[in-house]
């Protein structure tokens, strides 16, 4: 009895410290630029963390909604809230104001729209709480609330997750593919190069790689500062099942005309990640940017070109400057390193690059379709390798897999992972030895300099 009374105890014990911490959380507009974020736990707890970096947004436009309660924002961005005597609560909260800076590799916090609409990124609301010396996870039930008249439309209206959350009263396009929400003051050509693109390029992903997205995707366009505000800003953010295109500046309407190719090739790009998140579990390019931002490019560059939406001119022209722009960064960085000191489009024209490589040795008279047989065997992993691999690892497995040996294989990654003296000498000296299925042996002369 004594035994049994013990394991009871142990079971009881493990289940408690197990336990997740629950409770509930509203968010609620409270008039056109201010907001109300209340969390509200089943038990108390000693702090409530913010853990998504944002540069400037919580210093400046956050504010506890009770005196007694202190809101510390760390210098990446990130913050706490704790009660200023040191008690634990259950309920706290901040009151926002609308923040619109684009930031740097990062979602938008507001997206505005001309009519009054708002596009609201959630993942900047989630976080930890700090119970019993420790850092927990928390999960709470929630609920979104607009203003009077508004509609809030989202991909889960119970869930604080990370979401874009749309309040407004714009009316709902709805096809079989997608749930689309437009700014009217979105320029027509933006508007029409994205709304024609997506389908065409559902369809393409369709047609090679067998991919059907599970669930309609839900779009929204703003352009509530395109006229407002200077300069020229077009931002694209994916997250699952959720694409939101922002433009601000009055020069963002003319990439428009400007460049017929580019909304539909950025629609593409963004598409394209919602495919990668599906089949690669959100794992794609957790280790290295470059694997799912220069694997989103090359293949939106191939299906722009495929599907009418781009020029040959324009074609040959994205792949150009992805070379030329590749070969001035990697004098200065690496492909591995840029993202930490902020040179993100390093990651993309390199990684596009890179791919263009790989498809032009599988397959020289067209480097498209190398491109495209290349990242259907990445598809064609099983779950289990999928889930247990790293990225840039099953692009090596694969690369193995179509016929590279381990020189080749090699050469890449130290493509990769160094900076070259003459950025231009090794993208030839790493298109040689890939073109080359017995490839010579380097000389110290051909390697890529460090």
Same mark, same amino acid.
């Given at each position: 009895? *004594?035994?049994?009374?013990?394991?009871?105890?142990?079971?009881?014990?493990?289940?408690s410290a197990f336990a997740e911490i629950t409770g509930r959380f509203?968010?609620?507009?409270?008039?056109?630029?201010?907001?109300?974020?209340?969390?509200?736990?089943?038990?108390?707890?000693?702090? #409530? *963390?913010?853990?998504?970096?944002?540069?400037?947004?919580?210093?400046?436009?956050?504010?506890?909604?009770?005196?007694?309660?202190? #809101?510390?924002?760390?210098?990446?961005?990130?913050?706490?809230?704790?009660?200023?005597?040191?008690?634990?609560?259950?309920?706290?909260?901040?009151?926002?104001?609308?923040?619109?800076?684009?930031?740097?590799?990062?979602?938008? /916090?507001?997206?505005?729209?001309?009519?009054?609409?708002?596009?609201?990124?959630?993942?900047?609301?989630?976080?930890?709480?700090?119970?019993?010396?420790?850092?927990?996870?928390?999960?709470?039930?929630?609920?979104?609330?607009?203003?009077?008249?508004?509609?809030?439309?989202?991909?889960?209206?119970?869930?604080?997750?990370?979401?874009?959350?749309?309040?407004? %009263?714009?009316?709902?396009?709805?096809?079989?593919?997608?749930?689309?929400?437009?700014?009217?003051?979105?320029?027509?050509?933006?508007?029409?190069?994205?709304?024609?693109?997506?389908?065409?390029?559902?369809?393409?992903?369709?047609?090679?790689?067998?991919?059907?997205?599970?669930?309609?995707?839900?779009?929204?366009? +703003?352009?509530?500062?395109? #006229?407002?505000?200077?300069?020229?800003?077009?931002?694209?953010?994916?997250?699952?099942?959720?694409?939101?295109?922002?433009?601000?500046?009055?020069?963002?309407?003319?990439?428009?005309?400007?460049?017929?190719?580019?909304?539909?090739?950025? +629609?593409?790009?963004?598409?394209?990640?919602?495919?990668?998140?599906?089949?690669?579990?959100?794992?794609?390019?957790?280790?290295?940017?470059?694997?799912?931002?220069?694997?989103?490019?090359?293949?939106?560059?191939?299906?722009?070109?495929?599907?009418?939406?781009?020029?040959?001119?324009?074609?040959?022209?994205?792949?150009?400057?992805?070379?030329?722009?590749? /070969?001035?960064?990697?004098?200065?960085?690496?492909?591995?390193?840029?993202?930490?000191?902020?040179?993100?489009?390093?990651?993309?024209?390199?990684?596009?690059?890179?791919?263009?490589?790989?498809?032009?040795?599988?397959?020289?008279?067209?480097?498209?379709?190398?491109?495209?047989?290349?990242?259907?065997?990445?598809?064609?992993?099983?779950?289990?390798?999928?889930?247990?691999?790293?990225?840039?690892?099953?692009? %090596?497995?694969?690369?193995e897999k179509l016929g590279f040996n381990n020189q080749q294989i090699?050469?890449?990654? *130290?493509?990769?992972?160094?900076?070259?003296?003459d950025g231009q000498v090794s993208i030839d000296v790493l298109r040689?030895?890939?073109?080359?299925?017995?490839?010579?042996?380097?000389?110290?002369?051909?390697?890529?300099?460090?």
């Amino acid at each position: 009895m *004594r035994q049994l009374l013990g394991l009871v105890l142990c079971t009881l014990f493990a289940q408690s410290a197990f336990a997740e911490i629950t409770g509930r959380f509203t968010f609620e507009r409270l008039e056109a630029d201010v907001w109300r974020a209340k969390y509200c736990f089943d038990e108390p707890v000693d702090a #409530l *963390r913010f853990e998504r970096p944002v540069d400037g947004m919580r210093a400046t436009h956050w504010r506890p909604l009770l005196p007694e309660f202190e #809101l510390t924002v760390e210098e990446d961005g990130s913050a706490n809230i704790t009660h200023r005597d040191g008690a634990a609560f259950t309920c706290t909260g901040v009151e926002v104001d609308s923040f619109t800076e684009v930031p740097v590799k990062n979602y938008m /916090a507001f997206s505005k729209f001309s009519d009054g609409g708002m596009s609201v990124y959630m993942g900047y609301y989630t976080g930890t709480v700090f119970k019993d010396d420790e850092w927990q996870e928390y999960k709470v039930s929630a609920s979104y609330r607009g203003m009077e008249g508004e509609r809030v439309i989202t991909r889960d209206l119970r869930a604080l997750d990370h979401q874009f959350v749309y309040f407004g %009263k714009q009316d709902v396009v709805e096809t079989k593919d997608a749930i689309t929400v437009v700014d009217p003051a979105m320029p027509e050509a933006a508007r029409n190069g994205i709304e024609q693109s997506l389908p065409e390029v559902g369809r393409m992903l369709s047609r090679m790689f067998h991919y059907t997205p599970r669930e309609p995707y839900q779009v929204f366009m +703003a352009a509530g500062e395109l #006229l407002t505000t200077e300069g020229s800003h077009t931002k694209g953010g994916t997250l699952k099942n959720q694409i939101l295109f922002t433009l601000k500046g009055k020069k963002a309407a003319e990439w428009a005309i400007k460049s017929t190719d580019f909304y539909p090739t950025l +629609a593409a790009h963004e598409l394209l990640h919602l495919w990668q998140q599906e089949v690669w579990l959100d794992q794609l390019g957790n280790d290295a940017a470059w694997m799912h931002e220069g694997a989103a490019d090359a293949l939106a560059f191939e299906l722009m070109y495929r599907t009418g939406a781009a020029t040959k001119e324009q074609y040959k022209a994205q792949w150009q400057k992805a070379e030329t722009r590749c /070969a001035d960064f990697i004098r200065e960085t690496s492909m591995v390193r840029a993202p930490d000191e902020g040179k993100f489009e390093v990651v993309y024209r390199c990684g596009a690059l890179v791919n263009r490589l790989v498809g032009e040795a599988l397959s020289p008279a067209d480097p498209g379709e190398g491109i495209f047989q290349f990242w259907q065997a990445m598809a064609a992993w099983d779950a289990v390798t999928i889930k247990e691999t790293q990225s840039v690892e099953l692009f %090596k497995k694969t690369m193995e897999k179509l016929g590279f040996n381990n020189q080749q294989i090699i050469a890449l990654g *130290r493509f990769t992972g160094e900076q070259h003296a003459d950025g231009q000498v090794s993208i030839d000296v790493l298109r040689k030895v890939l073109k080359s299925r017995v490839p010579e042996a380097m000389t110290a002369t051909e390697a890529p300099a460090p």
